[in-house]
């Protein structure tokens, strides 16, 4: 069983376009993202009295790091989609569902943590983890597509080392072998 495929993005954009777009978007997305995170680690993680709370510590740092390392990805698909390189998209495709998956975790994790704890902050971290998990929903569909463009380009050059290998055809001579 494998992966669907999609013809189009969004039932109106060519895979070529949509997978820019999620580039772009992606991109864009992951730079802002990092940004609020590395302001919260240093900010937030501050409780009652001015004590430093370790589980609000933590979940900031790793949400940086996941972060940062999503952009980095985003970064690639873009160059990959520029070139029509079909090679620099699958990654992209594997490490976004990794961190799609993290995601889903996190978003798990951060619902658990708000249920236990109380804080000023409570109101903005639903907000975070509500907007992580719409995140999540769409990243799936976007793997789609970007997966369905990895498949196209492959095809694409399979079909034209099939034209070119033509080309390269010689006879054989049945002079040069005795039957």
Not at 19 to 34: D, S
Not at 159 to 174: D, G, I, K, M
Request: net charge positive.
């Amino acid at each position: 069983m494998g992966v669907p495929m999609v013809n189009r993005c969004c039932f109106c954009a060519t895979l070529q376009t949509g997978t820019l777009i999620i580039g772009y978007i992606y991109t864009i997305w992951a730079l802002l993202e990092l940004t609020c995170y590395c302001l919260l680690v240093t900010l937030a993680p501050l409780g009652h009295g001015g004590a430093v709370s370790g589980h609000k510590y933590a979940l900031y740092v790793t949400a940086a790091a996941v972060s940062g390392t999503h952009l980095l990805c985003s970064l690639l698909l873009v160059v990959a989609a520029h070139k029509k390189l079909a090679s620099l998209t699958l990654p992209w495709t594997i490490v976004t569902g990794i961190l799609t998956a993290i995601f889903f975790v996190m978003c798990l994790t951060g619902i658990s943590l708000i249920l236990q704890d109380s804080g000023e902050m409570l109101e903005i971290e639903s907000i975070v983890i509500c907007v992580h998990l719409v995140r999540a929903c769409v990243s799936v569909y976007c793997i789609l597509v970007v997966h369905s463009r990895h498949k196209q380009m492959m095809n694409e050059e399979d079909e034209q080392r099939l034209q070119h290998s033509a080309r390269l055809y010689r006879p054989v001579r049945t002079s040069d072998y005795k039957l």
